[in-house]
């Protein structure tokens, strides 16, 4: 597709279950990145896929969070367990480099995760 | 640790006048740094990009300045339109190093 693909777009859930979130970037795009965006705040880097292996996971807070991106397109973020403090936007991004060299991403719109 | 500030929450500018957004970083290994827009509802959209080896870089109505010894760079808007107002972020970059780190946003209101 043109842009990167995020569904659901609204993810309503309770305490304790579980949710995965989907992305799919921008064809030809090697590098797929995963952010979490809480209000009043910028996006915080979660994980970085470089095609299917995951180059960097520091951001993930803790082992309810889990990320694949098995073929090197899609990507999906599972969260366990939800917790209140999971909710926030959660913000798939892919990435090609300018001729300048800075990696230039280009976000999803992002999908809303509500936790009751 | 925040390592990307940006320390006004909103600015308020008259159409046709300047904005100015400020970004302080404190970590010396950046190498890119780039501002994204966004607007309610929307993922952010990359506006521009600079390099730590230039001082400015100007893309239309948008002009990047880069200070390095000061540790700040500012992103100007003239003419301010109403279509520009929007929630500003600062994004920095180390080389080799993939991932953004991004400031806490500016919102900007361009009042006609």
């Known amino acids: 597709g043109a842009g990167v693909s995020q569904t659901p777009s609204n993810k309503v859930t309770e305490k304790g279950k579980y949710v995965e979130l989907r992305c799919d970037p921008i064809?030809?795009?090697?590098?797929l990145y995963w952010y979490r965006q809480s209000l009043g705040q910028g996006p915080e880097f979660l994980i970085y896929?470089?095609?299917?292996?995951?180059?960097?996971d520091s951001g993930l807070p803790n082992d309810r969070f889990f990320a694949v991106r098995p073929e090197g397109s899609v990507s999906t973020l599972k969260i366990q367990r939800t917790e209140r403090g999971d909710s926030a936007v959660y913000l798939c991004?892919?990435?090609?480099?300018?001729?300048?060299?800075?990696?230039?991403?280009?976000f999803g719109a992002g999908s809303r995760l509500t936790v009751l | 640790d925040q390592q990307v500030k940006q320390n006004s929450p909103s600015l308020s500018v008259q159409e046709g006048r300047i904005s100015i957004l400020n970004c302080d970083y404190t970590?010396?290994?950046?190498?890119?740094f780039l501002w994204y827009k966004k607007y309610p509802a929307e993922g952010p959209t990359f506006l521009i990009s600079?390099?730590?080896?230039?001082d400015k870089n100007e893309d239309g109505r948008f002009t990047v300045f880069l200070n390095k010894s000061a540790k700040h760079l500012s992103l100007h808007i003239v003419p301010s339109q109403p279509g520009d107002s929007a929630v500003y972020f600062c994004?920095?970059?180390?080389?080799?190093?993939?991932?953004?780190?991004f400031g806490t946003g500016t919102r900007l209101t361009i009042i006609p």
């Open positions: 991004a892919s990435s090609a480099r300018t001729e300048s060299g800075a990696n230039v991403l280009t």
């Open positions: 064809s030809g795009h090697t590098a």
């Open positions: 896929f470089q095609g299917t292996g995951a180059a960097d």
């Open positions: 970590n010396s290994m950046f190498d890119y």
């Open positions: 600079i390099s730590s080896i230039k």
């Open positions: 994004a920095a970059m180390g080389f080799g190093n993939e991932k953004l780190t």
